[in-house]
T-cell receptor
Framework: AQTVTQSQPEMSVQEAETVTLSCTYD???????LFWYKQPPSRQMILVIR??????QNATENRFSVNFQKAAKSFSLKISDSQLGDAAMYFC???????????FGTGTRLTIIP | NAGVMQNPRHLVRRRGQEARLRCSPM?????VYWYRQLPEEGLKFMVY????????ESGMPKERFSAEFPKEGPSILRIQQVVRGDSAAYFC???????????FGPGTRLTVL
């Protein structure tokens, strides 16, 4: 079974600085998708960024980028120029190719220090 | 296009009662997923449905829980004879056919007294 591990329960960063959230996963599959979701206090799950495992290029969405290391099974999220609105729980998630369900990590609570 | 809708947003039940959670997927989406989030934990997959079919229920508890997605109307997650351990946030997500992205609703927070 696939597992997703987020080893940082909490992180904090000064506003305008850069922070990296870690995620590792375990799978025997070669094709899969990886996601980062943001859950603010409203509890709404918001997709931040996604990565297809067959793509070597790291995904980027504005201030958010990932460092995808397939051999190491690592998928970290970098947030540049942190803003107060980035404060939230961040969940890493895995989805196998041909499998519909998402497997989530336990989350990292990100605090932005003004 | 309205997002995924869930109701009620908050539901309080006493032990032994039934809870019915409803999910209306986004327009044009034929796939529905239910996840449960216990306090201070990540989301855990429960069930994946298409219209009138349960595709994967590997995450559903064997007893008291059931789900349906009828031809017409919302998807329903039903919990019979609720216990305190059922208290959690229940999220529904939907996707169109052949998509790798799931769109989440705002969740229903179930509290069992």
């Amino acid at each position: 079974a696939q597992t997703v591990t987020q080893s940082q329960p909490e992180m904090s960063v000064q506003e305008a600085e850069t922070v990296t959230l870690s995620c590792t996963y375990d799978t025997s599959e070669s094709d899969y998708y990886l996601f980062w979701y943001k859950q603010p206090p409203s509890r709404q799950m918001i997709l931040v960024i996604r990565q297809e495992a067959y793509k070597q290029q790291n995904a980027t969405e504005n201030r958010f980028s990932v460092n995808f290391q397939k051999a190491a099974k690592s998928f970290s999220l970098k947030i540049s120029d942190s803003q107060l609105g980035d404060a939230a729980m961040y969940f890493c998630a895995y989805r196998g190719f041909g499998n519909e369900k998402l497997t989530f990590g336990t989350g990292t609570r990100l605090t932005i220090i003004p | 296009n309205a997002g995924v809708m869930q109701n009620p947003r908050h539901l309080v039940r006493r032990r032994g009662q039934e809870a019915r959670l409803r999910c209306s997927p986004m327009k044009g989406h034929s796939h529905v997923y239910w996840y449960r989030q216990l306090p201070e934990e990540g989301l855990k997959f429960m069930v994946y449905l298409q219209k009138e079919n349960i595709i994967d229920e590997s995450g559903m508890p064997k007893e008291r829980f059931s789900a349906e997605f009828p031809k017409e109307g919302p998807s329903i997650l039903r919990i019979q004879q609720v216990v305190r351990g059922d208290s959690a946030a229940y999220f529904c997500a939907s996707s169109p056919r052949l998509s790798n992205e799931q769109f989440f609703g705002p969740g229903t927070r179930l509290t069992v007294l």
